[in-house]
């Protein structure tokens, strides 16, 4: 089962949630046009070292179990990319968010 969900920032920009729900686990993101958030299944480190030439703009938050929390959650990690941003650890995601619109 999968759930596409517009979530409106505080800036009136929208960014697109997706829920996919896999078996004993969910799969949750946030996207915008330029990065995302995620849940506890993003490997930030991976992004960091083996991907770094993308130089992907994410930040990871464990212990949320939907998009809502996602959104509320305190980022546990981010990417190299997203730290020269100003996003960083312990930032909710929907601050994170709004630094990446």
């Keep these: 089962m999968m759930r596409i969900v517009p979530f ?6 929208t960014v697109i949630g997706v829920e996919v729900k896999l078996p004993k686990t969910t799969l949750l993101s946030i996207s915008t046009d330029r990065g995302y958030i995620m849940c506890g ?5 991976l992004l960091n070292e083996r991907l770094r030439d993308r130089e992907i703009i994410a930040g990871r938050a464990v212990g949320v179990r939907t998009l809502e929390e996602l959104m509320e959650a305190p980022l546990e990690s981010v990417t ?4 020269s ?3 960083v650890a312990g930032m909710k995601g929907s601050e ?5 619109v």
């Design 8 to 13: 409106v920032l505080d800036s009136g920009d």
């Design 41 to 45: 299944a993003l490997d930030v480190s």
């Design 96 to 100: 994170a968010l709004r630094l990446m």
């Design 85 to 87: 941003l100003g996003i």
């Design 80 to 83: 190299h990319k997203a730290e």
